[in-house]
């Protein structure tokens, strides 16, 4: 069983994260979709050294501190009960290893921007991001069978999200000029992000559907019924966070074309309307 703070600060990463590689995905394909790579990263434009990088900053800072809350803070540091690993805190150190992996994402991604230790090329950055999502992914696909009912009904459904941005992180490596693969990356990071926090406020806060309830530390729902109309709940929860990201998408995309749309779009734009006319 988790904890409402436990699932919000990764919501919290994601979802940033996955905005802002939208909306850098968005700017860079309407200012010259003929140049178009995909990008595992965006910098932070008009900006020179560290700020230039924030999102690698945020990714590998943020992954720490919930890293040390993991294996430090929830462990109260007894790692071992009788020279084997604390059997009590086995969740905490699954979580660790995940949180590991996004951490060397980023010390990675930082490595190959600013130093010439680690030339390596956006295609490998890619795949060394889909590893990470990986890690994440067989966690809370176990998650999803060890925990019962509505509980693993939520963690199912962000295993398929987490799936969604494997395939997008490679895909990536194998098609770095294709911006729907760019795009969809930010969007799956996006919506992980939201269900993150979709799971905390049902689960863990105030959101808890009628007839199911926090006891032993786990969800029990008082019948089938109720259980089903939970997930069903769950379904349509699912679908307003899919059309609010998309949404937000087109709405940026024509935001980022209004604005930052090259001569070549605009010149097209404008011949296309004297057609109409004429």
Known sequence: MGSFKGHALPGTLFFVVGIWHIWGSVV??????????????????????????????????????DLCIEL???????????????????????HSGMLLMFFIFGVVVLLTENTRFLPL???ALCLIAATAFCAEYLLFYFHSTSHKGLEGYYHTLLVFLIGLCILSSIGGALLPTSFPVDLCNGIAMAL???WFYQTAFVLYGPMLPDGCKLRD??????????????????NFQLFLAVLAVLVGTVASYGFAASRYGNSQ???????????DQD
């Open 217 to 234: 530390n786990s969800i029990v729902c008082h019948s089938i019924e109720s259980e089903i109309r939970g997930e069903l709940l769950a």
């Open 28 to 65: 860079r394909y309407v200012c010259n979709h003929k140049t178009f790579r995909v990008r595992v990263w965006h910098p932070v434009p008009g900006f020179d050294g560290r700020l230039k990088h924030l999102e690698l900053y945020v990714i590998a800072i943020g992954a720490l501190i």
């Open 72 to 94: 430090l803070y929830s462990t109260h540091l007894k790692f071992f009960v009788d020279g084997v690993l604390n059997p009590s805190h086995m969740n905490d150190f699954e």
């Open 265 to 275: 779009v605009k010149s097209l734009q404008t011949m296309q309307v004297g057609l």
């Open 121 to 123: 090329p956006e295609g």
């Open 192 to 194: 992980q992000g939201i």
